[in-house]
């Protein structure tokens, strides 16, 4: 997407709440990083060491934290605020709500509709999408070139759906959510009964996915639908791409989760948990509310209070940190034993 914008000094002191320093009516046409800003652009920093690079930096407006202690170059102004992450965030938004205003709403004449389809007002639905029968898209929805919805499918008011997603039957997504590309949701969750023989029997996966509002879900992210009834992903869910999601889980509201998650069928995870990238979770278990979770921790059994967990199977965070240190110690702890072996068996000799 485009980082054009049209502002002043002036009004991103005003969007930032801070304090201007230097011209203040230089026009800003885009948002750089400030390892490669040039005049015209604004820029930010907000950790000490990324100051070095004020030295070197043409951007003719750059947003700073409050108390740090610089100048700004001829012609170039500086922004001094609380927070200049959240400032350039705010500008941020401000370009995609800008960006998404310009979209013009069409149908593209090769998209495949059903005839009992309902589409709202002001949808955009790209080429070669296939809509399935009894869908509802709800106002402002935008479907990018090539989803396909299977029958039954609800989509949400202003909700994004980039190319590629299929929505497999019954799949109910929220308002405000943002589906990235080659997503697939509600797909057949893994479920065989084995026989006698080693071989294996197909249980029907009769259920569907059900995701509430805000959610966004990362690309090539795929969320089995569930044996009978949902499978849940709650309101404000942050999904990254590469995630796993077996069937009949639930996921809770505003929990976060990284890359390359893997949660196994029917558990269930609370409330603002943090799941770091690589975490595995068994089936069938069930995590608290506000629950952190580190990179690459294998959660092998339900955890019930809050805090930060690590290691395989996962443990509270600074017992897992002292076994860690114990391990790390191992080679010496060994080779401390062999030299008092040595010294016993001398001993015994003597």
């Given at each position: ?111 495949i509709i059903a005839n009992n389809a309902k589409v709202g007002k ?101 969320i089995d639908r569930a044996l009978m009834n949902s499978t849940v ?104 034993i062999e030299i008092l072996k040595k010294a016993i068996f001398k001993?015994?000799?003597?």
């Open positions: 997407m485009k980082t054009n914008i049209k502002l002043t000094p002036a009004e991103i002191a005003g969007i930032a709440n801070g304090s201007l320093f230097g011209p203040d009516a230089t026009p800003i046409t885009k948002v750089s990083r400030i390892e490669v800003a040039k005049a015209g652009d604004v820029t930010f920093v907000s950790r000490p060491e990324y100051e070095h690079y004020l030295d070197d930096c043409q951007a003719s407006c750059v947003i700073i934290p409050k108390g740090m202690a610089v100048v700004p170059k001829a012609n170039q102004s500086f922004v001094e605020c609380d927070d200049p992450y959240a400032a350039i965030v705010k500008i941020l938004k401000l370009i995609a709500v800008a960006a998404k205003h310009e979209r013009k709403a069409d149908i593209h004449r090769s998209a002001n949808v955009s639905i790209g080429a070669r999408c296939v809509i399935g029968n009894n869908c509802i898209i709800a106002n402002n929805a935008v479907l990018m070139p090539n989803v396909v919805l299977y029958d039954d499918v609800i989509i949400g008011e202003n909700t994004e759906i980039n190319s590629n997603v299929v929505c497999y039957q019954e799949t109910i997504v929220g308002k405000n959510c943002i589906i990235h590309s080659g997503a697939v949701i509600g797909a057949d969750g893994f479920g065989f009964v084995e026989n006698e023989d080693g071989s294996y029997e197909k249980i029907p996966q009769l259920g569907n996915v059900v995701i509430g509002d805000d959610v966004e879900i990362g690309a090539n992210t795929t992903i709650e309101n404000g869910a942050k999904i990254d791409n590469l995630v796993h999601i077996a069937h009949n889980c639930i996921i809770g509201e505003n929990t976060a989760m990284a890359a390359q998650v893997g949660i196994s069928g029917s558990s269930k995870i609370g409330k603002r948990n943090r799941i770091g990238g690589q975490v595995g979770i068994s089936g069938h278990l069930t995590l608290g509310d506000d629950i952190i979770l580190a990179a690459q921790s294998g959660v092998a059994k339900s955890i019930k209070d809050k805090g930060m967990y690590f290691g395989a199977p996962a443990k509270e965070r600074m017992q897992a940190f002292k076994i860690e240190a114990c391990i790390r110690r191992l080679p010496d702890i060994a080779a401390d001993q015994n000799e003597m």
